[in-house]
């Protein structure tokens, strides 16, 4: 068998058990969203402050690193279910993981599963793990060319927060520019200002979020 045979029939095993896990979420009601960004742009943070706020809608957190449990035991103090899932060197969860971790959730308890991604921009864009949504992450210290500079995290989302805003009064980031860069890449998903010190979109996120469950 040629090399790139092998390469196809893996893509094939993983978009096989992508559908699996959209099939195992849809059949308990069930709602992913899949998380991805930089490292450090403040999706655990997020998920820390959806997963008090959101106390209408049952919600787990499939969180992936390559080492450590911090940020699964920053997520579970808020009571919610949380599996850590550590990848070693991988770059990017895979839907083999993401399947363990369902294993491990009673989703006939749960609305919303939340996968927070490895932190990378670049690994994660290109494998779909069965999630239904897919929200991007730039957060305002990583620089306002990053949607023209890593096109492929923002092209695929379907919601991109804009993170960190609390600190546009003392950083040099030209939103305009993120927009102008946004609209050739994804005219699809909007590009919502939020903030944790701030509190500044987070109506709007629970919002889009309830707005997406299933039942
Ligand atoms: N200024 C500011 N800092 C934030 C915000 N959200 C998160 N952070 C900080 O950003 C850092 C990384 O956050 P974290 O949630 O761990 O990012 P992750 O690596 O994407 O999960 C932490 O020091 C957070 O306190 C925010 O809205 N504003
Ligand atoms: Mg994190």
Redesign the pocket.
Known sequence: MSRIEVVSSVLAANEAKAEQNKARLHAAGAVAVNVL??????????LQHTLTALTDLPAAVLVGDLQTSR?AERLAATGAPVVQINTGQGCHLTPDQVAEGLDRLDLEQIKLVFI?NI?NMVCPAGVDLGEDYRVA?L?VPEGDDKIAKYPTLFQAADLILL?????LPVLPFNVAQVEADLALVNTRAPLLR????TGEGMPEWLAWLRSRRRS
């Open positions: 960004s930089a490292p450090g742009s403040g999706k655990t943070t997020l940020d927070e932190g992450l957060s993170s960190k805003v609390d600190l939020r903030s944790t010190l």
